[in-house]
Antibody, heavy 125, light 107 residues
Framework: EVHLVESGGGLVKPGGSLRLSCAAS????????MNWVRQAPGKGLEWVSF???????????HYADSVKGRFTISRDNARNSVFLQMNSLRAEDTAVYFC???????????????WGQGTLVTVSS | DIQMTQSPSSLSASVGDRVTITCQAS??????LSWYQQKPGKAPKLLIY???NLETGVPSRFSGSGSGTDFTFTISGLQPEDIATYSC?????????FGGGTKVEIK
């Protein structure tokens, strides 16, 4: 069975850092592009970041404007995992963070056909 | 950025009713639209992609239509297990955005 399991969430002070992890199982992870999507309490969904699967020697990465320069996405195909390094955190980054598998092969984010259960990040003093 | 306006924000219907949700894009997005179902405390689930394609394993009572700026999501025969929030999402540009969601309840 295919699964995505996030970890690493928690309480952090404004300006702090946190690293989220997402472990994949049940599919050939390296072939899939992966995303992070967040949902603030009681709010709608917001796409955060995309990282392509292996396309020759190239890797494609994209970020939402709201996190560009502060968040960094990475992956370790040997460990079937994708990560989100979050720096300079702000109160408005408080949300449940989901990792989500890209539903179609490509170099840009499209739609998401598999989601993890999410991990809560709270930014507060 | 392309804005997605979803309506209504909530609705109440009876089991067996036909339920319709609309999503309007602020500019032409062709058919680059998906629909998700999210139950409380759970992850979203993909139902429809490319505006009208049913994801594998999703019941056929769910359907989507539209292109350009106006889109419709329909549940043809509401079931108790369909209680959830439904959201549209465009992917016509790198600034993907979701609609605000429609909470569907049983009357």
């Amino acid at each position: 069975e295919v699964h995505l399991v996030e970890s690493g969430g928690g309480l952090v002070k404004p300006g702090g850092s946190l690293r989220l992890s997402c472990a994949a199982s049940g599919f050939t992870f390296s072939r899939y592009s992966m995303n992070w999507v967040r949902q603030a309490p009681g709010k709608g969904l917001e796409w955060v970041s995309f990282m392509s699967g292996s396309i020759g020697s190239d890797t494609y990465i994209h970020y939402a404007d709201s996190v560009k320069g502060r968040f960094t996405i990475s992956r370790d195909n040997a460990r079937n995992s994708v990560f989100l390094q979050m720096n300079s955190l702000r109160a408005e980054d408080t949300a449940v963070y989901f990792c989500a598998r890209e539903g179609i092969f490509g170099v840009v984010p499209r739609y998401f056909d598999l989601w993890g259960q999410g991990t809560l990040v709270t930014v507060s003093s | 950025d392309i804005q997605m306006t979803q309506s209504p924000s909530s609705l109440s219907a009876s089991v067996g009713d036909r339920v319709t949700i609309t999503c309007q894009a602020s500019q032409d997005i062709d058919n680059y639209l998906s629909w998700y179902q999210q139950k409380p405390g759970k992850a979203p689930k993909l139902l429809i992609y490319d505006a009208s394609n049913l994801e594998t394993g999703v019941p056929s009572r769910f359907s989507g239509s539209g292109s350009g700026t106006d889109f419709t999501f329909t549940i043809s025969g509401l079931q108790p297990e369909d209680i959830a929030t439904y959201s549209c999402q465009h992917y016509a540009s790198l600034s993907l955005t979701f609609g605000g969601g429609t909470k569907v309840e049983i009357k």
